[in-house]
């Protein structure tokens, strides 16, 4: 491994002095620039010998070939250059694998010469990806994301995320990921007022990225791997709890909304009536019922088929109508084609319900502060279903849940649960006279 700056001559400049010296001749001469120059001169004094302005690496690769790369203009950036060099020489003749203090350093050699060294065939092209500015990185894997078919605002929420954490934290380099550093920086804004809901979903974007990193071959492991920083009980900071009606509650808000002579949100109160009722019964979410089209409706099976690319999960998911429901739809559809939206949803869903609730006697929030919003319709069905003795496994498909426990813990709720305890207290105090 030899670092040094190649040279070559030059005619000697007219009117160049000639110094002699111990190692000989030198000639002396000011540029244009009016820079002085002192430069050896060649055997016959008729040219000077002058050297390239950037140092260069020369050293012969696994195949004895003798390769010469170009580094900096500064000696001691040439030579940790070359150190490094060596280094992958050394792991690539062992076979081993390049650790985390040899990615950083590769990371943060010029792309010209990561550019050579994997031309030469030294460095991976995968592993060499991960040498790119880590904004490039992410942008190839949100790429990878739209290629996949996300949800496009999920898609767009991740890059700004991601692009905003590696800003604020520094991160230039994929090797500048620190789980440590990431860990403080989430502390910071939560104490700033961000939820624990969205901290998880900060750092479950960053473990992301870095697991499809690992899963590209651009690195041999994730720098957030294992446990070093966890994601957070959400239970213990709730920031909107929603809550579920009592089934006359439900009934209420329905005739309520029927009754309204007032279109508003673009929906007629027959409209909203009609949606919250299909909300309630089939868990179906505001997004799915934006998208879905007359098509899905299937009056004679009575099932409505949520394609793939509908669905939150991704998975088709097929639901049953009442045959109310189905009545009703049949003849709401009766005037639009089946390619058509089927519903027109407004984006301030809990504004519309908000209105309705109020005209049904209903509060938005209880005492409790739990909500009930268009999403709270959701919740309802699967408390709907668990109080009617429905399977659980059932209500989890019904609702496209990965996770029973989402179902039961997160959505279903305990109707008339002041009532059900005190019978269970009587239940358990009956224990106690039977047998005094």
Avoid at 75 to 99: C, M, P, Y
Avoid at 156 to 181: H, P, Q, V
Avoid at 371 to 391: K, N, Y
Wanted: proline share 3%.
């Amino acid at each position: 491994m030899r670092v040094f700056r190649p040279s070559y001559t030059v005619p000697r400049p007219p009117g160049a002095k000639t110094l002699d010296r111990k190692d000989g001749k030198y000639a002396k001469f000011t540029t244009k620039r009016g820079e002085e120059i002192v430069a050896p001169l060649t055997r016959g004094g008729k040219r000077i010998v002058m050297e390239v302005e950037c140092y260069h690496v020369e050293f012969r690769d696994s195949q004895d070939i003798l390769r010469r790369l170009k580094a900096f203009t500064y000696k001691d950036s040439s030579q940790r250059a070359a150190r490094t060099v060596e280094d992958l020489l050394n792991v690539r003749g062992s076979g081993g694998h390049i650790d985390n203090d040899l990615q950083r350093r590769l990371e943060g050699l010029p792309v010209t010469m990561r550019s050579k060294l994997t031309q030469w065939g030294l460095l991976d092209e995968r592993a060499s990806m991960a040498t790119r500015p880590l904004p490039e990185l992410i942008e190839l894997y949100i790429a990878s994301l739209r290629a996949a078919e996300r949800n496009a605002k999920y898609v767009t929420k991740t890059r700004d995320d991601l692009l905003k954490i590696a800003a604020d934290c520094g991160f230039r380099l994929f090797s500048d990921i620190s789980a440590d550093k990431l860990g403080d920086y989430l502390r910071q804004r939560r104490e700033k007022g961000i939820s624990y809901r969205r901290s998880n979903a900060l750092l479950m974007a960053c473990k992301c990225l870095c697991n499809w990193a690992v899963g590209c071959d651009f690195v041999s492991k994730s720098p957030l791997r294992g446990k070093k920083v966890k994601l957070l009980d959400v239970e213990k900071d709730r920031r909107r709890i929603r809550r579920a009606l009592e089934v006359d509650e439900l009934r209420r808000l329905f005739a309520a909304a029927a009754a309204s002579q007032d279109a508003h949100h673009g929906l007629t109160g027959a409209e909203r009536a009609m949606i919250y009722r299909l909300a309630a019964e089939s868990g179906i979410r505001r997004g799915e019922l934006r998208k879905v089209t007359v098509s899905a409706f299937d009056f004679e099976s009575q099932v409505i088929t949520l394609g793939a690319g509908i669905t939150k999960s991704g998975r088709e998911r097929v639901i049953p109508m009442t045959a109310r429901t189905a009545t009703e739809l049949r003849r709401y559809f009766a005037s639009k084609l089946p390619t058509a939206k089927a519903f027109t949803i407004p984006y301030k869903t809990a504004e519309m319900i908000r209105e309705d609730l109020k005209a049904a006697g209903i509060e938005y929030a209880d005492d409790a502060g739990h909500v009930f919003d268009f999403h709270s319709l959701r919740g309802q069905c699967a408390t709907l279903l668990i109080e009617a003795g429905v399977d659980p496994k059932v209500a989890q498909e019904i609702l496209g849940h990965s996770d029973i426990r989402l179902t039961l813990q997160t959505y279903a709720r305990v109707l008339k649960a002041k009532t059900k305890k005190q019978a269970a207290i009587e239940a358990a105090s009956s224990l106690i006279d039977k047998v005094g």
